[in-house]
């Protein structure tokens, strides 16, 4: 995510590093680079103008803290102007205080709209609520197809109207209109309506989607923009508002090879806040947008927040100490090795969730993370009995061979993974020792005995 803006922004950033002040040379010669990195995303012209503007005005203006290098006060202070350009504070969902609560969901074609219909079904229904989808994008081929399949792999129910040969009535008005009502007697609490998408604006989309508005009066309408067409997509952005004077922007695609421009232009142009961000195909590929926490990825900082809070989607309070126990009694066995991997294959992605860990994301920037590498994994201890993932000792050359053909891998794999799993067990219950009994984990005892070395943090 923003790999390319984010290690131009970090070159950037190095050419006060180590300088004794900040002063009007050395930041003039950072802004230019900002400057030509920003454009280089994609960055609306003016956008990118501004923001070096207010950076140089702020970090010129202030004197630097004799607790911080100059380089450490000018990252802050780009951070302190990304994040403002990003929107400032995260913004909620508006739900309706009588439900159901009304979302109509509008973009053009590909922008990956049906997709986010599906994952913003999936992520309400984690937060407890109940959510129907209504199928209002009734023109494109298979459209309607392609919205019940992805919802009934999530459990949502998906609201139709069909002819007496079974084709979908062209009426996406009155589609819309009768899936509100069919939401309030079925005790549906969110309405989600996918209308169609067009290759590129025209008269009779607007219209459309503007009838829908008047006709069910929504409380939310969201705007899904693809953040790979960059400026074309801001100009979008602007040309919909215009119509809709929508409540907030999704931007998705994230994950790919974008650019990053979209995203700090369209806050700045439209003046609507970004509410999600889609970084993947998966539907669990669906994060809330904090533009504070997107800054601190930008600049290289990771996003602890967001990997705790992903973390703590999969795991309570009860589980966690059951597992803690396990590792403390030495009982954590390949049946909770693969509990483990389950869960945080619904964390989402693998490189996305290493991007949000400070100073990762720029190691692995060039890495192909593959999200199926577990598979193996998983069809190895799947082929074990219960007592043999219970008890991997008795793992003699015969189950092995045993396992190795079930699992169609090799002997030498069934191997590797007993001795990853030894290894990794260790290393579990040496951790536990030094966070038991009360006290903090010491990092500098831990790092030298795992031959890493002196603690980064000063002090420890």
Do not use: W
């Not at 007697?185 to 067009?198: L, M, Q, S």
């Not at 999600?276 to 602890?304: C, H, N």
């Not at 967001?306 to 966690?320: C, I, N």
């Not at 992605?349 to 994301?361: F, H, N, T, Y």
């Amino acid at each position: 995510m923003f790999e390319s803006l984010s290690e131009k922004l970090e070159g950037a950033l190095q050419s006060v590093t180590g300088q004794g002040r900040i002063n009007e040379l050395n930041v003039a010669e950072t802004m230019r680079e900002i400057r030509r990195a920003l454009l280089n995303a994609d960055v609306n012209y003016q956008v990118a103008k501004e923001f070096t503007n207010n950076v140089k005005e702020k970090a010129l203006g202030e004197d630097v803290l004799t607790s911080v290098t100059p380089g450490q006060q000018l990252t802050k202070i780009v951070y302190d102007e990304l994040t403002r350009v990003l929107g400032g504070e995260h913004v909620e969902i508006e739900y309706a205080e009588d439900p159901p609560t009304v979302i109509l969901v509008a973009g053009l074609q590909g922008s990956g709209k049906t997709t986010f219909c599906s994952k913003l079904a999936k992520h309400l229904r984690s937060k407890g609520r109940a959510p129907l989808l209504a199928a209002a994008d009734v023109y494109r081929p298979a459209a309607v197809d392609q919205l019940q399949k992805l919802a009934s792999g999530i459990n949502v129910p998906v609201y139709t109207v069909s002819d007496d040969d079974g084709k979908p009535v062209q009426d996406a008005v009155r589609v819309a209109e009768e899936a509100v009502e069919e939401a309030r007697n079925t005790a549906r609490d969110v309405v989600i309506i996918d209308t169609a998408g067009r290759m590129h604006i025209d008269e009779a989309m607007m219209e459309e989607v503007s009838t829908i508005k008047s006709a069910v009066d929504p409380n939310e309408i969201l705007f899904v923009v693809d953040s790979m067409t960059g400026q074309d997509a801001v100009n979008t952005a602007k040309e919909f508002n215009e119509q809709l004077d929508y409540d907030g922007v999704v931007l998705t695609k994230l994950d790919g090879d974008t650019r990053g421009g979209a995203a700090l232009s369209i806050r700045s142009v439209v003046q609507k806040p970004i509410k999600f961000a889609s970084t993947g195909e998966k539907l669990d590929a669906l994060t809330e947008f904090y533009p504070d926490r997107m800054a601190q990825r930008i600049l290289g900082m990771g996003d602890v927040v967001s990997f705790v809070e992903r973390a703590q989607e999969q795991y309570d309070e009860k589980q966690a100490e059951k597992l803690q126990e396990k590792i403390r009694s030495e009982d954590f066995d390949l049946q909770d090795f693969y509990d483990q991997l389950q869960r945080i294959q619904k964390m989402g992605s693998v490189k996305d969730l290493l991007g949000m860990i400070p100073g990762v994301g720029r190691q692995i920037k060039d890495l192909d993370v593959d999200d199926d590498a577990f598979k193996h994994i998983e069809a190895m201890i799947q082929s074990m009995t219960p007592k043999e993932r219970s008890h991997p000792e008795i793992l003699n050359g015969t189950r092995r061979r045993r396992i190795a053909r079930g699992s169609g891998v090799e002997v030498r794999d069934v191997n590797q993974l007993i001795k990853q799993f030894r290894e990794m067990k260790k290393m579990m219950k040496t951790m536990s020792k030094l966070t038991g009994q009360g006290r903090s984990m010491n990092l500098k005892k831990l790092m030298s005995k795992f031959g890493g070395g002196n603690s980064p943090f000063p002090g420890m």
